[in-house]
């Protein structure tokens, strides 16, 4: 325990150098802080920690080192160092993994995620989570036909058939140019708000196939119209009007703040964790809805960090919103050692996170979501719609 208490507080010194100064360390320049956050400084660490403890498993610190790789967009020492992680514990972060480098290094995240479909310690789940990712990454290439084959024996296998899932299937489907028998599931998928914008392209592609001569851009404008008149009526039948439990969580700064601070205004709590694949995945389109609140002093977001599984969660959070570029505000919910439990997500009775619960200004809670929405649009959207029905 002494060891990795060490080896955090060596990786991750800048939350606690920045945190001296008073000021929120993921507010400060990442220029600034190269020499604390430089993945080539952090693999020379934990390489010589790794020699000197050869029996001791370091796979959460690795998964760390290679997801700095993978922001500093160096994808062969992500997947070097990637390969250093057990193969029963790979499955855990390849998804963050071949998302990161599917952004700017395809033929990377082909050749990781081929291998992960090799990988023999793999259940049937985990073949379906990664040729849906191969299919992604096809599509991205531009290989059509492989893409659509990845995604059909993912589909045709799966257990049960998710909208996304579902969404995906018919949207390289088109893609293959079998617009009649994809066009109708496209026009459900859209009328549900499971739309990006290259799935609103493919969808106008299609029915310009089907009904040549016909706008396009005047049918997905109704569509979208439709969808967003329905959304909202839909939204409304599952507000919700529960107090909210006076919660209290810390800033970086190690001031507390709880529900009562808040009185007034409309809040957005995102209980989160740097371990849980899901929650990293939701945050890109948090963020998107910070920036779209900001100048709304009625808003507040509240992204807690708690259920920690290293011994500083704070530099571990830190940490992970300076190497993505987030800007969030962020609140610690340490767990008490006398009850073992974190106070503030248990007070909400949260069984899985992401977990969301939208406050209005009396403290009622109106809405409550687990896992999160795709794509970001979709999220964003939701979100929005959510906040206006609750102020």
Known sequence: MKKIFMLITILFSVSSAYSQQGEPPYKASLDSLKIFIDPLKKEEILTRLMKTHQHDSFDQYIATLVDNFVMAKNSEKALFHFNQI??????????????????????????????????????????????????????????????FAAIKECYEQAPRKSAGLTAQYYYLMSKTGRYQEAFPELEKAASAGLVDDNFKEELKNAYSKINPGKDADAYLTTLTHQFEEKYKAELTAKMIAEQAPN??????????????????????????A?????????????QLMVNKYKNDPNVKFLFI???ETVPDPKSDAVNYLLTHNLDLPL???????????????????????????VIDGNGKIRFKTS??????????KELSAMIELSR
């Not at 740097?274 to 948090?286: I, V, Y």
């Not at 896992?371 to 964003?380: L, Q, S």
């Open 86 to 147: 057990a193969q029963t514990a790979r499955i855990m972060y390849v998804g963050s993994v071949a998302t990161g480098i599917m952004a700017y290094d395809l033929k990377a995240a082909e050749t990781l995620i081929d291998q992960e479909l090799a990988n023999p310690t793999n259940v049937q789940e985990d073949r379906l989570f990664l040729l849906n990712l191969y299919s992604q990454v096809m599509d991205k290439k531009g290989d059509h036909n492989q893409a």
């Open 305 to 307: 960090h708690t259920w």
């Open 247 to 272: 919660f209290k969580v810390k800033d970086l700064n190690g001031k507390e703040v709880s529900l009562s601070d808040f009185k007034g205004k409309t809040i957005v709590l995102d209980f989160w």
């Open 371 to 380: 896992g999160f929405a795709w794509p970001n649009e979709a999220a964003v």
């Open 274 to 286: 740097t371990w849980c694949g899901p929650c990293k995945k939701s945050l890109p389109g948090m």
């Open 331 to 357: 609140y610690m919910d340490v767990r008490n050692p006398e009850t073992k439990k974190n106070p503030a997500v248990s007070s909400f009775g949260v069984d899985g996170i992401p977990a969301k619960f």
